[in-house]
């Protein structure tokens, strides 16, 4: 590129002038709104912010340009190599605290829409943990003891944040290493449908990912480096199940039963802290014959790496997020493979799905200032709650329950359209591929060659229900049998059935089994329930965040307030604060009202968030930015302290 014609020339020397060519290089490969918010920081001018009109942040994507023309985007480029040579040349100071007023304004330019700014806070709390702030020592007694259960991401951000809190803590983990859910499911092709960079926590968010959608294998490396960065293995005790837990009146502490290899025994505590999250149980649906097959078969989160599937005849039962990810890997080696569909599935195409991060990207990411923390608060709202719109039922909005409102429609019609281009010319597949019922209603999925592995020679898709299942194979409806040498379960979790095994015994003796019944769990902000004092809850009822998000921001603010209502009752001399049924029936009941006015209770499907009688019991109905706010700060009002 001529000089002049995008960035300025700048004269410089030694490990600046090399400095200002590898930024040079990796400009080219930056995200223009996540570099315009640093533009913006760096110069303290937001007038680059009226220069630069940015398009519209669209659906599950990046809008990596910005829609600014070729000569807009180098002309960008130049200005923000300019501002960030100057910054080094300055000695490369500390960038300016930024009001919350002024951070709405830059994020309003960088997404090309309104912000409201009730987001300021979410906002610049995020740029203040990037910055290096944590929360404050708790000041509770130095005998003040928490059991932690899990040590996947939940676990492992409570572990941190209690350690940083001064809280003394001991985690209990079933397996013989760190990693929750990333590390029992080692399926072909696992791995998330979440920004890698927003899947990511605060205090670890500068990971070196080398995918933007990280594979199973990274996912786990990122918890082991979480573990080791922050010293916790020390405080982790693996191969330790833990069956249960009973609070004792009489000392106002948990009796924890665990088992490991010196036999069963009991630990105690001040405060259990419930990590196994929602999605730690294979489900395995009751299908008749399935002891009578005589091949293997096995849950995706149960893979028997010992099965070789070269050249067999493979059935895969369930189209969810598990079946996304497997079914084309499979069918990349299986003789046969027939995909058994109870219903159809929404996904998005993504053109970053498989893509590795590039060296110029990790160099914007190190080097550049406040570039990671403007890129994560841009995805955390490009992938989160401006979803939240589209799945608000429209009361006056009538499209024969396809869709819930005119944006939901709009969704409709794209992700239709990415459909039917890859299966142009096979309407039978179109029929039975292209959803019925409205975006989101079920898990929103990212595309992994779903289409494209259907057409395959070697793919069979199945519609019919299971009748029944025979030592050769599967039976579905109208009598078709479909001969299979191994049957793989993509049929998801026991979503509903928070805690269990564990056996749970509260104050008044009470199981929770008996306050939820088998599938009906319920929590304060999805944290606490009467009874259970000083039990708390991570991924808890109700906060599963269906539109999108960042579900490690959501556990970041469950944990903090945890250590802050520890923190209050400390101040108060109390042992355990245990949530009053007033604020806890409330909430539920507030819960419950929103979710009727939301997409997946539309009775045009069936999904996992759903309880037996059609109660809404995994997600939240509200924004990020609500529950964020709901859990800001503690009342200890809603508590009663014993």
């Not at 023309?69 to 605290?97: F, I, K, N, T, Y």
């Not at 019922?437 to 519609?463: A, H, Q």
């Not at 939301?598 to 069936?606: D, E, I």
């Amino acid at each position: 590129m001529a000089a002049g014609k995008g960035f300025a020339v700048v004269a410089q020397d030694g490990a600046l002038d090399k400095w200002r060519a590898d930024l040079h290089d990796a400009l080219r490969d930056a995200c223009i709104p996540a570099l315009l918010l640093v533009l913006a920081h760096v110069s303290r001018d937001l007038s680059c912010l009226d220069r630069y009109p940015l398009s519209r942040t669209r659906t599950m994507s990046e809008n990596d340009d910005g829609g600014l023309s070729d000569e807009q985007r180098e002309r960008l480029r130049g200005e923000a190599l300019d501002a960030l040579v100057r910054w080094r040349r300055d000695g490369s100071p500390r960038l300016p605290r930024l009001s919350e007023d002024r951070v709405v304004r830059m994020m309003k330019a960088a997404v090309g829409s309104d912000v409201p700014a009730e987001y300021g806070p979410m906002f610049t709390s995020e740029l203040a943990r990037l910055d290096g702030e944590t929360i404050e020592p708790a000041g509770v007694d130095p005998s003040f003891h928490v059991v932690v259960i899990g040590s996947g991401l939940s676990g492992l951000c409570a572990a941190k944040m209690l350690q940083d809190a001064g809280i003394s803590y001991e985690v209990l983990e079933k397996s013989d290493s760190v990693g929750g859910t990333w590390h029992d499911n080692v399926y072909p092709g696992c791995g998330v449908d979440t920004p890698s960079h927003l899947y990511s926590f605060s205090f670890a968010a500068d990971y070196p990912w080398k995918k933007y959608f990280a594979s199973r294998d990274e996912l786990h490396a990122y918890t082991r480096h979480l573990a080791d960065r922050f010293a916790l293995g020390r405080e982790i005790r693996l191969n330790t199940t833990v069956h249960g837990a009973r609070f004792d009146v009489t000392s106002g502490r948990w009796q924890v039963e665990i088992e490991d290899a010196a036999g069963k025994r009991v630990r105690h505590a001040d405060a259990v802290i419930s990590a196994v999250g929602q999605l730690n149980r294979p489900k395995i649906p009751d299908i008749p014959g399935l002891t009578e097959f005589a091949g293997p078969w096995f849950h995706t989160a149960e893979w028997n790496a010992d099965v070789d599937l070269r050249g067999k005849k493979v059935g895969v039962v369930g189209t969810g997020a598990s079946a996304m990810q497997v079914v084309p890997r499979i069918a990349e080696v299986a003789g046969r493979l027939t995909v058994f569909q109870r219903s159809k599935i929404w996904f998005a195409g993504n053109q970053k799905y498989r893509t590795r991060i590039t060296p110029r990207v990790s160099t914007l990411l190190n080097d550049v200032p406040s570039y990671l923390a403007w890129y994560r608060i841009y995805l955390s709202w490009s992938w989160g709650d401006s979803l939240h719109a589209s799945v608000r039922k429209d009361p006056a909005w009538d499209d024969g329950g396809k869709s819930v409102n005119k944006i939901n429609a709009a969704h409709r019609t794209t992700l239709s359209a990415h459909m039917e281009r890859i299966l142009d010319g096979r309407p039978d597949l179109i029929e039975r591929v292209v959803p019925d019922y409205p975006p989101f209603g079920k898990r929103m999925l990212i595309d992994n060659g779903w289409c494209e592995t259907l057409l395959r020679s070697n793919v069979e898709l199945v519609t019919e229900p299971i009748e029944k299942i025979t030592a050769d194979g599967v039976v579905t409806g109208g009598g078709s049998a479909h001969d299979c040498d191994v049957i793989v379960f993509a049929t998801g979790f026991e979503a509903q059935r928070l805690l269990a095994p564990m056996d749970i015994i509260g104050a008044d003796g009470k199981s929770i089994r008996d306050v939820w019944g088998d599938d009906d769990p319920r929590a304060y902000l999805g944290i606490t329930v009467p009874g259970f004092p000083n039990l708390f809850c991570l991924y808890g009822p109700g906060t599963n965040s269906a539109h999108g998000g960042s579900l490690l921001m959501t556990i970041e603010a469950q944990v903090a307030y945890i250590i802050r209502l520890i923190s209050q009752l400390g101040g108060q001399g109390g042992k355990f604060v245990d949530c009053k049924a007033e604020p806890y029936e409330a909430y539920n009941q507030a819960l419950d009202d929103a979710h009727a006015k939301m997409v997946w209770t539309h009775p045009g499907m069936r999904n996992w968030y759903r309880n037996a009688k059609g109660r809404v019991v995994t997600n939240t109905p509200w924004r990020q930015v609500d529950y964020l706010a709901m859990t800001r700060t503690p009342d200890l009002d809603d508590y009663t302290v014993g």
